[in-house]
């Protein structure tokens, strides 16, 4: 089931921006401007400091993924955040005109979840620090995110209807999205190398393997054997890793894995870890998942779909009727 399909206002996504580790905000000193803010929506600005907080937030997700913007893909970032900017802006303020608030307590629930998904306080400070951000400021953020997103399932997911047959129609249309792909559950017994072994290293290492090896062929158990020897985070589970399928593993670890029959061991493995001994205990083969099990989901996964369609001809109606300034001088 596909998961990159998110709507375009949500609190995760917001806080995200807001308080990544990832942002760099020590910016150098920059020249003079004019304005402090990147547009107006209805005489209320968006600052330039969220914008560029949320910028560098983005530019540094692309960095993590290894991917590099050219000039034209930066460009487009750029109009696309300052856009969804104004997208937001103009949400907040409709939830506004029906009426809609957003119960402190609420607010701080989701700011301790927050908080949750770091060390401690003093890690979560940084963060905030790094990000040029208060505690303050996150809970501003985050009451206008849920009014939004209460706005949003008010006045339009709560109107979108997904029948049965579309689910099923859907589900028929698109088999491949809905195939489970192989598996294996295998166990391992692992004798780590560094990251950059000696050649003794390597030798005692490779003789530490290959005696486990021989008193597997005498007859030890394997999983008793690897709670003793392996080296690897399994080693309390008797080696277990449970089931992964093709492309989850370092691939000398996976052809080896894969080319074993059930209850068979491998020769030795060498990976970038070390030295691998690898016992396959289950096998699944190749399976679509079946309507029932994937409908509630698949419902879901419909009605965010219909949501996004929603959420951007909406926004797109209220642009019209708004009065919106934009003041970026390096967008076209």
Do not use: C
């Amino acid at each position: 089931m596909p998961k990159h399909v998110k709507l375009v206002v949500t609190v995760t996504f917001i806080l995200f921006a807001l308080i990544s580790l990832w942002v760099n905000m020590g910016h150098a000193a920059q020249d003079k401007v004019i304005r402090d803010y990147v547009a107006m929506v209805n005489g209320k600005k968006i600052s330039k400091d969220k914008y560029e907080r949320e910028l560098a937030s983005l530019e540094n997700r692309f960095k993590a993924s290894g991917r590099t913007l050219n000039p034209l893909q930066k460009m487009e970032l750029k109009k696309n955040l300052l856009e969804s900017l104004i997208n937001r802006e103009l949400l907040y303020q409709e939830s506004q005109k029906r009426g809609i608030t957003v119960d402190e307590a609420e607010v701080e629930k989701q700011f301790q979840a927050v908080k949750k998904q770091y060390a401690n306080d003093d890690t979560f400070k940084q963060a905030l620090q790094r990000a040029n951000y208060t505690e303050s400021g996150v809970r501003s953020q985050l009451k206008r995110a849920i009014a939004i997103e209460r706005f949003i399932d008010q006045e339009l997911k709560s109107k979108i209807k997904i029948t049965d047959k579309e689910v099923k129609d859907y589900y028929d249309s698109h088999p491949d999205l809905f195939r489970r792909p192989a598996q294996i559950r295998a166990s391992h017994i692992l004798v780590k190398l560094s990251a950059n072994p000696t050649k003794e290293e390597k030798e005692k290492a490779l003789k530490e393997i290959n005696e486990i090896k021989e008193k597997i062929r005498s007859g030890e158990d394997f999983g008793d054997l690897a709670k003793k020897y392996s080296d690897g985070p399994s080693a309390k589970r008797g080696g277990d890793l449970g089931f992964f399928s093709k492309g989850q593993m370092v691939k000398p670890f996976e052809d080896a894995a894969f080319a074993l029959n059930v209850g068979q061991v491998s020769d030795v493995v060498e990976t970038v870890f070390g030295y691998h001994l690898i016992k396959v205990t289950e096998k699944r083969p190749d399976t679509i998942m079946k309507f029932a099990e994937i409908k509630d989901r698949l419902k879901n996964y419909l009605v965010d779909q219909r949501l996004q369609s929603e959420v951007r001809q909406y926004t797109e109606g209220l642009k019209k009727k708004a009065k919106v300034e934009r003041f970026l001088t390096d967008l076209p």
